[in-house]
C-alpha cells in the first residue's frame, strides 16, 4: 500500500493538484497531510482526484471550522487535531505538525512519524521508527513544491517535487 504526504499547503491549490496528480499516477489512493491547509479551498484538488485524506490540523489553519464542514461533507477527508495515531496496512502512524511538540516516547511508540512545520524535505530514523517530513506542498519558503509517498510494505519513501522554474515565479 503506498500513502501520499503532504503538508505546509497554504492554500497553494495549482501545487497541490500537480503534487496529487503525480500521486495518483504513482497508485496513491490515500493521503495523509501534517497541517496548514490554511483554508477549505485547499482539499479541492483531492475532492477532484477522489482521494482520500487523513489529516490533522497545523498552526497556519485560520478556517479550522471551515475545513471541518468541508471535511464532513462527505469526500472522504477526516481532520484531526495534532498529534494523531493512526493504524493503517498493520503499521502505527503517528501524523503531527510540529514534531517538537511530541514526546520522545510516543515518537518510539510508533513505526513511522510523518511531520510537517518545518517547510523541509526530512527522512531519517530513530531507533525502529522513521521519521518523514514531506516538505512544502505549497513551495512559499524554498521554492519548490514538495511531497512523499511511503509504500506501508517497505517503509521506503519517495520524495516528490515541482519543477523549481515554474513554481518560483
Not at 471551515?66 to 462527505?74: T, V, W
Not at 531507533?127 to 511511503?150: K, Q
Amino acid at each position: 500500500m503506498r500513502i501520499g504526504l503532504l503538508a505546509d499547503a497554504h492554500d497553494r491549490v495549482p501545487a497541490i493538484a500537480a503534487l496529487v496528480a503525480q500521486m495518483a499516477e504513482r497508485g496513491v489512493g490515500m493521503i495523509m497531510h501534517a497541517g496548514d491547509y490554511c483554508s477549505p479551498f485547499s482539499l479541492a484538488p483531492l475532492e477532484d482526484a477522489h482521494m482520500s485524506l487523513a489529516g490533522v490540523f497545523g498552526r497556519n489553519d485560520g478556517d479550522k471550522q471551515g475545513l471541518i464542514a468541508r471535511a464532513a461533507s462527505g469526500f472522504g477527508v477526516e481532520l484531526y487535531e495534532s498529534p494523531h495515531s493512526f493504524e493503517v496496512g498493520g503499521k502505527r502512524i503517528l501524523l503531527v505538525h510540529d514534531i517538537g511538540e511530541v514526546q520522545q516516547r510516543s515518537l518510539e511508540a510508533h513505526e513511522v512519524v510523518v511531520h510537517g512545520c518545518m517547510h523541509q524535505v526530512e527522512m531519517k530514523t530513530r531507533g525502529n521508527t522513521l521519521l518523514v517530513n514531506p516538505g512544502e506542498a505549497c513551495g512559499w519558503v524554498y521554492g519548490t513544491p514538495t511531497a512523499g509517498i511511503l509504500d506501508l510494505g517497505t517503509l521506503e519513501v519517495e520524495f516528490l517535487s515541482l519543477d523549481a522554474r515554474e513554481w518560483t515565479r
